[in-house]
């Protein structure tokens, strides 16, 4: 396997954990951020528009 493949693996994992885990450790707070930010229109375009970047660079840096 190509070391991009496992690194990306890693990263990935390891900021799906910490989100988890910092989500998991005030629940209540988590709800509340994330209700706010789905009815923030302006917010949401700028996380797709961020979202959609990463993304591509993610399958054109690693199109395997």
Do not use: D
């Not at 988890?20 to 005030?26: D, I, T």
């Amino acid at each position: 396997m190509p070391s991009l493949t496992i690194y990306l693996a890693k990263l990935v994992g390891l900021y799906c954990i910490i989100v988890a885990f910092a989500m998991s450790a005030n629940k209540q707070r988590a709800l509340k951020t994330v209700n706010e930010w789905v009815r923030s229109p302006p917010l949401m375009m700028l996380t797709s528009v961020i979202t959609i970047a990463l993304g591509l660079a993610l399958v054109i840096g690693h199109n395997v």
